[in-house]
């Protein structure tokens, strides 16, 4: 059971996508800018980067690496999550036809990005079991939602907050970016 949580910690915080990784900054910055929609966009993302990064890598296992056919390995990443995103917009479209207007093409956009695709990659060269692949991926998922819930946040207190014109916008986000990668790093020990 402690290596239950000790690989999710691992995943969420030790060797989180964004700030750690520095894989997928892109939605960091692009669907963080309003906090209700950074909440459902990345629950979104949680259950499709989990879905993607399971199906992926238990196919990397079972399939490309018995069969000595890795070099498929990116080209099958790509075409596996591009068909999970699909498939979760589909599944959503009918209970929350408002959530798939407003986030189907980013989430259309997400299932081939870098955060998807490098989490997979990063997670291929990894010793863990198989059910300990599929426990790092929900950690992973875990890692990218909430740290894109915080960074919403913190860039939503730092809008309404008194700083000189010449740092509002991209040079704050960036510079509160690069504190939070350094907050991350400090978990480097924990696990």
Same mark, same amino acid.
């Not at 060797?15 to 520095?22: A, G, I, K, R, T």
């Not at 999550?81 to 699909?86: D, E, F, L, N, T």
């Given at each position: 059971?402690?290596?239950?949580?000790?690989?999710?910690?691992?995943?969420?915080?030790?060797?989180?996508?964004?700030? &750690?990784?520095?894989?997928?900054?892109?939605?960091?910055?692009? +669907?963080?800018?309003?906090?209700?929609?950074?909440?459902?966009?990345?629950?979104?993302?949680?259950?499709?980067?989990?879905? =993607?990064?399971?199906?992926?890598?238990?196919?990397?296992?079972? &399939?490309?690496?018995?069969?000595?056919?890795?070099?498929?390995?990116?080209?099958?990443?790509?075409?596996?999550?591009?068909?999970?995103?699909?498939?979760?917009?589909?599944?959503?479209?009918?209970?929350?036809?408002?959530?798939?207007?407003?986030?189907?093409?980013?989430?259309?956009?997400?299932?081939?990005?870098? =955060?998807?695709?490098?989490?997979?990659?990063?997670?291929?060269?990894?010793?863990?079991?198989?059910?300990?692949?599929?426990?790092?991926?929900?950690?992973?998922?875990?890692?990218?939602?909430?740290?894109?819930?915080? +960074?919403?946040?913190?860039?939503?207190?730092?809008?309404?907050?008194?700083?000189?014109? +010449?740092?509002?916008?991209?040079?704050?986000?960036?510079?509160?970016?690069?504190?939070?990668?350094?907050?991350?790093?400090?978990?480097?020990?924990?696990?």
């Amino acid at each position: 059971m402690s290596t239950f949580f000790s690989t999710i910690i691992a995943a969420a915080l030790v060797n989180n996508l964004f700030f &750690v990784q520095l894989v997928g900054v892109s939605p960091l910055f692009a +669907f963080s800018r309003r906090l209700n929609h950074a909440i459902e966009f990345s629950l979104l993302a949680g259950v499709l980067l989990f879905l =993607a990064s399971s199906f992926n890598l238990l196919l990397y296992r079972w &399939v490309l690496s018995p069969l000595s056919m890795e070099f498929l390995s990116l080209l099958l990443f790509i075409a596996v999550s591009a068909a999970v995103g699909i498939g979760l917009i589909k599944l959503i479209e009918n209970k929350f036809p408002l959530t798939v207007r407003r986030q189907g093409l980013a989430i259309a956009l997400l299932s081939c990005s870098s =955060a998807v695709i490098g989490s997979t990659l990063i997670s291929t060269s990894s010793l863990l079991s198989n059910f300990q692949i599929v426990i790092y991926s929900l950690g992973t998922a875990i890692g990218f939602a909430l740290s894109l819930i915080a +960074f919403a946040a913190i860039r939503q207190r730092t809008d309404c907050s008194d700083t000189p014109d +010449f740092v509002r916008g991209p040079p704050l986000d960036l510079i509160t970016a690069g504190i939070a990668a350094m907050c991350f790093l400090g978990y480097a020990g924990l696990v």
